[in-house]
């Protein structure tokens, strides 16, 4: 935002004026952020030199919204009728009180969009060297060291405290090539044996990475014989292909002795779609 005229008040240089509102005179070439800040910058600067502004007309900048041009002028525009020697009937001079103080003062100041401060902003955000799918990575990436650091040895240590705590407690991790967690799946005892009794129709949820980790959940679940919802086996993963969701279906097959369910309900997925029939086999 560029001032590209100003005619406001000049006072001469030993005229001395304490005023705490008092601001530097608007000059041409005076940059500001956005069009309010000029309209706010030049009301202060008004009223330090005793005199109220308005704005005389404006545009808006298409794009920002913001004030784009304006015409910022002194509260004494312009000549009232009066002032032009005008005779004025009762009415006219009831409507026209507010404007007896008009006496043609050229106090002013217009201001313009400045596009090539804006194109070099641009061409700043259009030179970065990264995209959105660099800062997803990157964030996957701090996440997995998160793990690694401390919360996947507390969960393991949890899981062993449970093993102990109920014999029929299972769990199983998988470690990636750096030796960090790729995979877990755990349930307890008294799932296995809500599977035996229940386990003709399961469902297989995902809720996608709602955790602090970003790590899918999967669940398996299913109804009792009270038509309420039961879980017979939890896992976190890292991703979800489909090496990784073959190893989850065998390991959950395996805990439950193999009892394959009836019928499985899954969400209409490619990659589960090409699972399900590799685990019957």
């Given at each position: 935002m560029k001032v590209i005229r100003d005619e406001s008040p000049k006072r001469s240089k030993n005229e001395h004026i304490v005023n705490p509102l008092l601001v530097e005179p608007p000059y041409e070439g005076k940059h500001f952020d956005i069009g309010e800040d000029a309209r706010l910058w030049y009301e202060r600067y008004g009223r330090g030199q005793s005199f109220s502004t308005k704005i005389c007309n404006f545009t808006k900048h298409p794009r920002s919204k913001d004030i784009g041009k304006a015409h910022f002028c002194c509260m004494s525009n312009g000549f009232s009728k009066k002032n032009l020697g005008i005779d004025?009937?009762?009415?006219?001079?009831?409507?026209?009180?507010?404007?007896?103080?008009?006496?043609?003062?050229?106090?002013m100041m217009n201001i313009n969009w400045n596009t090539k401060i804006v194109s070099k902003v641009l061409t700043l955000f259009s030179d970065k060297t990264f995209n959105k799918q660099d800062c997803y990575n990157h964030k996957a990436k701090i996440n997995?060291?998160?793990?690694?650091?401390?919360?996947?040895?507390?969960?393991?240590?949890?899981?062993?405290?449970?093993?102990?705590?109920?014999?029929?407690?299972?769990?199983?991790?998988?470690?990636?090539?750096e030796d960090q967690i790729l995979k877990f799946f755990w349930i307890d005892g008294r799932l296995k044996c809500t599977?035996?009794?229940?386990?003709?129709?399961?469902?297989?949820?995902?809720?996608?990475?709602?955790?602090?980790?970003?790590?899918?959940?999967?669940?398996?679940?299913?109804?009792?014989?009270?038509?309420?919802?039961?879980?017979?086996?939890?896992?976190?993963?890292?991703?979800?292909q489909e090496n990784i969701f073959v190893w989850l279906f065998h390991t959950c097959l395996k805990v439950m002795n193999y009892k394959y369910p009836v019928s499985i309900i899954i969400d209409q997925d490619a990659v589960m779609a090409a699972v399900v029939p590799k685990v019957k086999k």
């Open positions: 004025l009937d009762t009415n006219e001079r009831d409507e026209n009180k507010r404007s007896s103080d008009k006496c043609g003062c050229k106090a997995k060291k998160r793990l690694a650091r401390g919360d996947a040895q507390v969960a393991l240590e949890w899981f062993r405290k449970k093993q102990n705590e109920d014999p029929m407690f299972y769990f199983n991790t998988k470690l990636d090539e599977y035996e009794t229940f386990g003709v129709v399961v469902t297989f949820n995902i809720t996608y990475r709602t955790n602090v980790y970003k790590m899918p959940f999967a669940l398996f679940a299913g109804i009792n014989n009270h038509y309420q919802t039961i879980q017979y086996g939890c896992s976190l993963l890292r991703n979800e």
